[in-house]
């Protein structure tokens, strides 16, 4: 099995999720790829670019992948498996960023937006940095090209979201969700980070995967 984990906005590699999901599958044998989205830099990131670096990274595999996206990486995800459906087996979402850059969005009010264009760039906390930095406001408006919620794609998804989510809205997500026979929701009861359900999580994509949830001597 071949999966590209596509980690979340100011996130890295080295996030909690990532690093246990990464662990167990590649205890299995499962060729894992995750790779630092911000690169080359956080200032200069479009989701373009970051879409540029899914298509080399889905070329590395020998066939198509599972792939992983948390919150703006399932966002990425998502617009990955409608663009290029040979090469994206099936999809695993945690708290996918569904309604990104959409007019509304609770957390870019317009007067956010507008000072972020006048300023040419705002400062976000870089968790995967552990520091502020800034990002320019090209992101924001190559965002807007991209309609997450409604990308067409096929494949089967499995979309884990938490109840108590104050960055990615659960409502949102589970208006995504509606009405798409190929994807399954299951909510937590857990904020945006979804740490402490990660056993559950583990426990409910396995068998989609089709893969054991535990090892011979457990784990």
């Known amino acids: 099995m071949n999966v ?3 980690h979340g906005f100011a996130s890295s590699p080295r996030s909690t999720k990532a690093s246990v999901i990464g662990g167990r599958l590649r205890e299995r044998g499962v ?4 790779p630092d989205l911000n690169e080359p830099d956080f200032t200069s990131l479009t989701m373009t670019r970051m879409l540029g670096r899914v298509d080399v990274e889905l070329g590395t595999f020998d066939g198509p992948a599972v792939v992983f996206g948390s919150s703006l990486g399932g966002a990425l995800a998502i617009l990955a498996a409608a663009r290029w459906p040979a090469r994206v087996e099936r999809l695993v979402l945690l708290a996918p960023a569904v309604m990104f850059a959409r007019p509304g969005h609770h957390l870019l009010p317009p007067e956010h937006v507008e000072a972020w264009r006048r300023e040419g760039s705002r400062v976000f906390e870089h968790y995967g940095a552990g520091e502020e930095q800034r990002l320019g ?4 408006e190559d965002s807007l090209q991209y309609d997450v919620f409604g990308a067409d794609f096929a494949q089967p998804a499995l979309v884990f979201q938490g109840r108590r989510d104050t960055s ?8 995504f969700c509606r009405g798409r026979v190929n994807v399954s929701l299951v909510l937590q009861d857990d904020d945006h980070q979804l740490t402490t359900s990660l056993e559950a999580i ?4 396995a068998p989609f995967l089709g893969i054991q949830p535990h090892r011979a001597h457990g784990e």
């Open 168 to 175: 990615v809205e659960p409502a949102g997500v589970e208006a």
């Open 31 to 34: 060729r894992w790829r995750c």
């Open 137 to 140: 406001y090209g992101f924001y």
């Open 4 to 6: 590209l984990y596509l």
């Open 202 to 205: 583990w426990a409910g994509m």
